[in-house]
């Protein structure tokens, strides 16, 4: 006898617009959504209990959104759940050289990588998110040890979250020996991107850089993020070659520059510029509305045509001691850095953590949409602008149909 389907009706769901459906979902998609009141009578006359294992919930009207994206975190270097570690300021202004000096000394007395990347796993899992994309130190101090732990991590999680890892070369390329090679043993082992860092201010060699960056991701056919943090024209530099070699190899949507603080702090006429070419080249931009940094004009990119995304990057590490793991906090704080007070303003920082999180992690099936899967989240708001001011912790976390964790916490099955 075939296995019973598995389907639950979840009644009276708000949508974005505000409408009230009734979502049904069978062995994890999204298979009906129809308005209130007409499907449930119809859907529920047409199941047959011989073949349906069938479960109703009553959402109440409360506001159903798809799952968050996170993308852009650090599984392997927080200290989340572990001893608080006080913040080390740098000697003479942010230096990317010296943080990593004082990560590698605060991960020297840390709780085990596992146990800490499975509390960032679960704080992610329990505000919503359920797509990430982690990078993960590689490079010539540490060699593949942090990837094969998250590895394995990635596996234990697979049912919760889907995860994509960017092999880092925190250290640089160029500047540490045997990076390119364990790169590419990264790729091998399951990475699914490429990162970079700075290729101007750390290797101080942006061919070089970009050259090992683009020829691994084009021999192996993986996506690319790079961190960049470089400002002014020497960013704006570093973004167009990013550019002009995602255009010349043909990797249009499957290239990312995470940061890129140089948009930030460019004329208009240089970043309306900017904006068209990597719209035109398909690199999607990557900003977490960062501290006191100059940080990419959202509004403007997004009118342009370009990607912009978002995630946490750094929870309770090294770099700095913010981070809650909540893309919908997320989408204030970028709202809020953003001057952004209209409603179709703070629909747009949503759909950084939502929609645009999706296309540039390039994610199939993602969305309130039948066939997706049904990854989602109810929250007690009326409306997406609502939901981004007031960040309502209350909120119940769906993969596939099931309920995963409610109010931040995880459920146990
Ligand atoms: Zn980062």
Request: glycine share 10%; aromatic share 6%; charged share 20%.
């Amino acid at each position: 006898m075939a296995p019973l389907k598995e389907q639950t009706i979840f009644l009276n769901a708000r949508l974005a617009d505000g409408s009230l459906v009734d979502l049904t979902v069978t062995d994890g998609r999204f298979s009906a959504i129809m308005p209130v009141q007409k499907a449930s009578s119809a859907d529920l006359a047409g199941i047959d209990l011989g073949i349906v294992d069938l479960a109703i919930v009553d959402l109440g009207g409360q506001l159903v959104v798809p799952a968050f994206v996170e993308g852009h975190i650090h599984l392997d270097t927080s200290f989340y759940g572990d001893a608080w570690r006080p913040h080390i300021p740098c000697t003479n202004g942010f230096d990317v050289r010296e943080r990593v000096a004082f990560q590698t000394r605060n991960l020297a007395a840390a709780a085990p990588m596992a146990e800490r990347a499975k509390n960032q796993l679960e704080l992610c899992i329990g505000h919503g998110s359920l797509a990430m994309r982690s990078h993960v130190m590689v490079d010539g101090s540490v060699g593949l040890t942090h990837l094969e732990t998250i590895l394995t991590v990635r596996e234990q999680y697979r049912d919760l979250i889907d995860i994509q890892l960017v092999a880092f070369p925190q250290s640089g390329i160029l500047a540490s020996p045997g990076t390119p090679e364990l790169l590419e043993e990264a790729l091998k082992l399951g990475c699914d991107l490429i990162g970079g860092l700075d290729p101007a201010s750390f290797d101080r060699d942006v061919k070089g850089h970009l050259d090992v960056v683009f020829g691994l991701a084009q021999k192996h056919g993986a996506g690319v993020d790079i961190h960049l943090h470089d400002g002014g024209t020497s960013g704006l530099f570093q973004v167009e070659e990013i550019a002009a070699r995602t255009r010349a190899l043909g990797m249009q949507g499957n290239v990312a520059v995470s940061h890129a603080y140089g948009l930030g702090d460019i004329p208009t006429d240089a970043l309306l510029k900017a904006g068209e070419m990597l719209a035109a080249c398909g690199v999607a931009i990557m900003t977490n509305a960062p501290g006191n940094h100059a940080f990419p004009p959202v509004a403007a990119l997004r009118e342009a045509g370009v990607t912009v995304f978002s995630g946490s990057d750094n929870i309770r590490d090294s770099w700095w001691p913010y981070g809650d793991g909540d893309m919908l906090s997320r989408a204030n704080m970028i709202g809020y850095r953003s001057g952004f007070y209209e409603d179709h303003e703070l629909a747009a920082a949503f759909d950084m953590v939502t929609h645009a999180g999706a296309k540039a992690l390039g994610l199939a099936g993602y969305g309130l949409a039948v066939g997706a899967s049904a990854d989602f989240v109810t929250l007690s708001a009326q409306h997406v602008p609502e939901a981004v001011v007031a960040v309502p912790k209350a909120r119940t976390v769906y993969r596939r149909g099931r309920a995963v964790a409610k109010d931040g916490k995880m459920l146990t099955h």
